[in-house]
């Protein structure tokens, strides 16, 4: 099978793809999804979370399984159904007894989903309290606040979240630890 990972000691050797790993990457490369296929590979939690593995450099099948508790076959499947779409890409690739190694990376830093129709599920608000529920306890700030105000002040909030999460993409380090943030600032049907 050329398409697998091989079972040896050297799969958390040093990666250095011949294309190009994450970090490399423009800060605003950013993938609009548009396309069913697209839409679809974004829906799945795992797909969502094996793009996140992605997020910290290329990985092969086994690596991103041996990550996210998946099982080889599983890892192998929706890695493929990320690749059909246009989401990640093999990035390198190396022998390791007889086998050929493929290591996978994304094909931008960002994604951006259209918004949902509505009563249709929001898929990046999913992932996210899917992602905030499985995190291990620690610091965190969640709350949900309720306010009424104007279209001036609505767009005036609006600005200045922008430009936090601004601040917040320029202070990355990519030596830190991960930490997410999830932002749903919107006005809901009101029940008055």
Partial sequence: MTDSDAASGELNAPVHPTKRPADDLPPDV????DTEEQL???SSLVRH???GVLRDGPATITQTAQKLGLAKGSSSYHLRLLERAGLVEVV???KVRG???RYYGRTSRGLSLPDPAPGEPDVVMRHAVADLEAAPPGPRLVGLTHVRIDAAAF???SARLTALVEELKSAADPAAPTANLAIAFYRPEDHR
Wanted: proline share 0%; glycine share 0%; aromatic share 6%.
């Fill in 30 to 33: 950013t993938l609009e999804l």
């Fill in 40 to 42: 679809r590979a974004v």
């Fill in 49 to 51: 979370r094996i793009l």
């Fill in 92 to 94: 390198d690739t190396r």
């Fill in 99 to 101: 086998v050929t190694e």
């Fill in 155 to 157: 767009d005036e909030f």
